[in-house]
Nanobody
Framework: QVQLVESGGGLVQPGGSLRLSCAAS????????MSWYRQAPGKERELVAT????????NYADSVAGRCTISRDNAKNTVDLQLNSLKPEDTAVYYC???????????WGKGTLVTVSS
């Protein structure tokens, strides 16, 4: 079992920045890739960014590319998401998600709300 707890959400003005963090606990040695998803009101959950275990490969949704950086600290079992130049359409609940191996599985955090509004 892996438990995920997100933090760092809140209200930010358009153009502002926010840093989200996700702390993993439990069987963290099984964690492979770590990702952030988001779900805006009335929309389906979508992938925002993914980072491999070694951190050598990252992928971003087109909607956040160039404004977003995902990073992880395997020693601390954390994954962060730096969001810059925020837009109202970035308003969503952001979820931490991990893939595991041995056996293969996945886990979700409960989410943290980001609201971009003036």
């Amino acid at each position: 079992q892996v438990q995920l707890v997100e933090s760092g959400g809140g209200l930010v003005q358009p153009g502002g920045s926010l840093r989200l963090s996700c702390a993993a606990s439990g069987s963290t040695f099984r964690i492979a890739a770590m990702s952030w998803y988001r779900q805006a009101p009335g929309k389906e959950r979508e992938l925002v960014a993914t980072i491999t275990r070694a951190g050598g490969t990252t992928n971003y949704a087109d909607s956040v590319a160039g404004r977003c950086t995902i990073s992880r600290d395997n020693a601390k079992n954390t994954v962060d998401l730096q969001l810059n130049s925020l837009k109202p359409e970035d308003t969503a609940v952001y979820y931490c998600y991990v893939n595991t191996w041995g056996p293969a599985g996945h886990y979700w955090g409960k989410g943290t709300l980001v609201t971009v509004s003036s």
